[in-house]
Antibody
Framework: EVQLVESGGGLIQPGGSLRLSCAAS????????MSWVRQAPGKGLEWVSV???????YYADSVKGRFTISRDNSKNTLYLQMNSLRAEDTAVYYC????????????WGQGTLVTVSS | EIVMTQSPATLSVSPGERATLSCRAS??????LAWYQQKPGQAPRLLIY???TRATGIPARFSGSGSGTEFTLTISSLQSEDFAVYYC?????????FGQGTRLEIK
């Protein structure tokens, strides 16, 4: 059974850093396109970042230069390092995958809430 | 960036009736279009990919059509569990973008 379990969210001050984790089971992270998608409270969905199976990464303009997506193949885990956080980064962050080498998302985690506030 | 525009913003339909949701892309996305359903407090659920292919386990009352810039999601006979927010998403070009959503509510 495919499972994605996010962790690492919480309350953080503006300018701070946070690292989100997404532990995957039932499939191999490195064989899939893996993504982070976020949803601000009461708002729509925003695709934040993707890491391809070959290691290429892409970011939304809103987070480029501040967020870094990565994976640990030995732990079968996806990460999102978030630096220089802003109030507008407040959202539920979902980990998602195709399955396979696709950029739509058939499998989602339950989400982790990041709140950026002083 | 490709802008995805969904209409209407809110759609009121009675159970058992048909619902038709629209999604327009600001430039062609070929058939690289997906539809999702989201209920309060839940992650989105993939309904359709490739504009018209139902995802695993999705009932046949959900169907997608279109290509290029105009797309439609049709729910043929609404069930109580279908009332939710629906999003379209293009994955033809980076950045991947979503529509703003259509809220399907009970009439």
């Amino acid at each position: 059974e495919v499972q994605l379990v996010e962790s690492g969210g919480g309350l953080i001050q503006p300018g701070g850093s946070l690292r989100l984790s997404c532990a995957a089971s039932g499939f191999t992270v490195s064989s899939n396109y893996m993504s982070w998608v976020r949803q601000a409270p009461g708002k729509g969905l925003e695709w934040v970042s993707v890491i391809y199976s070959g290691g290429s990464t892409y970011y939304a303009d809103s987070v480029k230069g501040r967020f870094t997506i990565s994976r640990d193949n030995s732990k079968n885990t996806l990460y999102l390092q978030m630096n220089s956080l802003r109030a507008e980064d407040t959202a539920v962050y979902y980990c998602a995958r195709g399955p396979g080498l696709v950029l739509y998302a058939g499998d989602w985690g339950q989400g982790t809430l990041v709140t950026v506030s002083s | 960036e490709i802008v995805m525009t969904q209409s209407p913003a809110t759609l009121s339909v009675s159970p058992g009736e048909r619902a038709t949701l629209s999604c327009r892309a600001s430039q062609s996305v070929s058939s690289n279009l997906a539809w999702y359903q989201q209920k309060p407090g839940q992650a989105p659920r993939l309904l359709i990919y490739g504009a018209s292919t139902r995802a695993t386990g999705i009932p046949a009352r959900f169907s997608g059509s279109g290509s290029g810039t105009e797309f439609t999601l049709t729910i043929s006979s609404l069930q109580s569990e279908d009332f939710a927010v629906y999003y379209c998403q293009q994955y033809n070009n980076w950045p991947i973008t979503f529509g703003q959503g259509t809220r399907l509510e009970i009439k």
